[in-house]
């Protein structure tokens, strides 16, 4: 019977506090960004949230929403420095995405909602991960590009231009919330994969939830001889 008892590492010090760091950046933006969305054009009345864009009020929402932007395009950085041997492995998992993958998105959402289904053993990233790795990576550039048109572009740029920019970074805002919210949900209230915020709070996962939701990448490291494994945890017998 396979070992379950203790915890087995899943992410390096860096790896926890490049997650960490880019998601404050990215909560600050988003509530200093709402009252921007609400009022995108400053020459026009000031209703709902406006009115907090004028004065000091409005001129340090665009301070701290400027210093959180530089942040999260500065984030990845401590990633690529901190822990550079675990950067390319990583990315290469995250985008290859394979008929496993594609199995346990389809059949996860009646799993995680009444138990029925069998899920496909997975990597050290599930599906789930990777479609939310890939929104996170394609808003990181919109974001920062059409944020950047709008910073300095003003005036030197056409209209057109820099509404598209403003459009560009109000689609992005909406599907990076509607993950971010359920990345909360899953990571945070599920009972079932709330057990996995572990690993991005300390790096560490009971080694029992990671044998049910990464098999794939359990076994591979133990197979290499690369898994680190430490005793405690809830003692258990995986299934």
């Known amino acids: 019977m396979a070992r379950a008892r203790g915890s087995i590492k899943k992410f390096s010090r860096a790896q926890v506090l490049f997650h960490w760091f880019y998601g404050s950046a990215w909560i600050v933006l988003a509530l200093t960004g709402l009252t ?4 995108g054009d400053p020459t026009g009345p000031a209703v709902g949230l406006g009115p907090l864009l004028q004065g000091s009020v409005g001129q340090t929402l665009r301070l ?7 942040g999260l395009m500065a984030s990845p950085l401590v990633w690529l ?12 998992e995250l985008f290859a995405f394979g008929r496993n993958d594609l199995k346990y998105m389809l059949i996860a959402p009646l799993y995680y909602t ?16 990777k479609v939310n790795f890939y929104v996170v990576f394609i808003t990181f550039f919109t974001f920062a590009g059409s944020g950047l048109v709008m910073w300095f572009g003003r005036g030197s740029v056409s ?34 994969t709330r057990r996995s915020l572990s690993a991005m709070v300390n790096g560490w996962m009971e080694l029992q939830y ?28 995986a299934r």
Do not use: C
């Not at 921007?36 to 009022?39: K, L, S, T």
């Not at 009444?114 to 991960?129: A, E, I, S, W």
């Not at 820099?162 to 209230?189: C, D, E, N, P, R």
């Open 36 to 39: 921007f969305m609400w009022r």
């Open 64 to 70: 701290v929403h400027r210093i959180a932007a530089v």
């Open 81 to 92: 420095l901190g822990d550079p041997k675990s950067v390319w492995p990583d990315l290469k």
């Open 114 to 129: 009444t138990g029925r289904g069998q899920l496909p053993p997975q990597g050290k990233f599930n599906g789930g991960h």
């Open 159 to 192: 209209d057109a231009a820099f509404h598209t920019a403003q459009f560009v970074h109000s689609l992005s805002f909406f599907l990076g919330s509607g993950l971010f919210l359920l990345h909360v949900y899953l990571t945070a209230v599920h009972p079932f």
């Open 210 to 237: 990671a044998r049910l939701d990464h098999a794939e990448w359990v076994e591979r490291e133990i197979r290499r001889g690369t898994a680190q494994i430490r005793d405690g945890g809830p003692a258990a017998e």
